[in-house]
């Protein structure tokens, strides 16, 4: 089976780090981009950031808002990524997603997602 | 605020059509970036149901369809069913090299 993964979630006071993994299995992991997309109870979906295949020379590129508090890894040989976040708000609260765009049908249309790791902020 | 705007919630009764919108912009869908659809069920993730506007995956019923035009795009249901009721949301691609979703829009069979 295709899937994805998510792990490291839990608790974490304000001004605290976390950082998240997503396990890949089922497909050629190094060849895929892996995308990080979060959701606060009860609001919708907020893409984080994504970073690129080796081809691509793993290059990442990030929502504009959490440029520089997020940073997103990878290690092919383990066939995980990674989601490290500094800085932790309130606001951060949300369960956090891995996904994986679809090979070959267009603009990051994501067609496996992991089942999400909640991280919560408070003290 | 979500770059891309859907209606908060719509409704049907089992057996109608209904339509949900997702307005963008000229950096998004109006720049020829293509729109994706997704089905939410509570306490599930996403779900790919429509790709590059109108295509769907394997598995998805032919109930379900998607369109683009100019800077919005529209997913359409036919024959509603008591199980579609769900969270859908809308995805593009902007032109500041970010992916973008829509609020999403909550649909409710009566």
């Known amino acids: 089976d295709v899937q994805l993964v998510e792990s490291g979630g839990g608790l974490v006071q304000p001004g605290g780090s976390l950082r998240l993994s997503c396990t890949g299995s089922g497909f050629t992991f190094e060849d895929s981009p892996i995308h990080w997309v979060r959701q606060a109870s009860g609001k919708g979906l907020e893409w984080i950031g994504r970073i690129r295949n080796k081809l691509n020379n793993h290059a990442t590129n990030y929502s504009e808002p959490l440029r520089g508090r997020f940073t997103i890894s990878r290690d092919d040989s383990k066939n995980m990524a990674y989601l490290e976040m500094n800085s932790l708000k309130t606001e951060d609260t949300a369960v956090y997603y891995c996904t994986r765009p679809a090979p070959g049908i267009g603009y990051d249309a994501f067609d496996i997602w992991g089942r999400g790791t909640l991280i919560t902020v408070s003290s | 605020q979500s770059v891309l705007t859907q209606p908060p919630s719509v409704s049907g009764v089992p057996g109608q059509r209904v339509t949900i919108s997702c307005t963008g912009s000229s950096s998004n869908i109006g720049a020829d970036y293509d729109v994706h659809w997704y089905q939410q069920l509570p306490g599930t993730a996403p779900k790919l149901l429509i790709y590059?506007?109108?295509y769907r995956p394997s598995g998805v019923p032919d109930r379900f369809s998607g369109s683009k035009s100019g800077t919005s795009g529209s997913l359409a249901i036919t024959g509603l069913q008591a199980e579609d009721e769900a969270d859908y949301y809308c995805?593009?691609?902007?032109?500041?090299?970010?992916?973008?979703f829509g609020g999403g829009t909550k649909l409710t069979v009566l």
């Open positions: 590059a506007n109108s």
């Open positions: 995805q593009s691609y902007d032109s500041s090299l970010s992916v973008v």
